[in-house]
């Protein structure tokens, strides 16, 4: 599987990360309330246009999400209330 890199920068920011310029991209969650977070997820600045498999893996364990849930944030069946729910039900927030 792969998903396009600028649907997930632009999903990412729809959901409540801000991003954070250093050798990487770096996305951090700030609650609906305005708290910053530790939840956070990178991304290569490559020219690479579309993510792979195993980096959708690890950018999934780095929101705290499953794969599945991960690419569901991406898609939007997920939305930012949905994942801080997520991450309220696991205890996270």
């Given at each position: 599987m792969q998903l396009n890199k600028s649907d997930i920068e632009?999903?990412?920011?729809?959901?409540?990360?801000?991003?954070?310029?250093?050798?990487?991209?770096?996305?951090l969650?700030?609650?609906m309330d305005g708290v910053e977070?530790?939840?956070?997820?990178?991304?290569?600045?490559?020219?690479?246009?579309?993510?792979e498999d195993h980096l959708i893996?690890?950018?999934a364990k780095q929101c705290r999400l499953k794969k599945s849930e991960f690419v569901d944030l991406v898609k939007c069946?997920?939305?930012?209330?949905?994942?801080?729910?997520?991450?309220k039900e696991r205890e996270l927030l």
């Open positions: 632009r999903s990412l920011k729809r959901k409540g990360f801000i991003e954070r310029q250093s050798d990487h991209k770096v996305f969650y700030k609650t977070t530790s939840i956070m997820t990178h991304m290569s600045h490559g020219s690479r246009k579309s993510v893996n690890a950018m069946p997920i939305d930012r209330e949905k994942y801080e729910a997520f991450l």
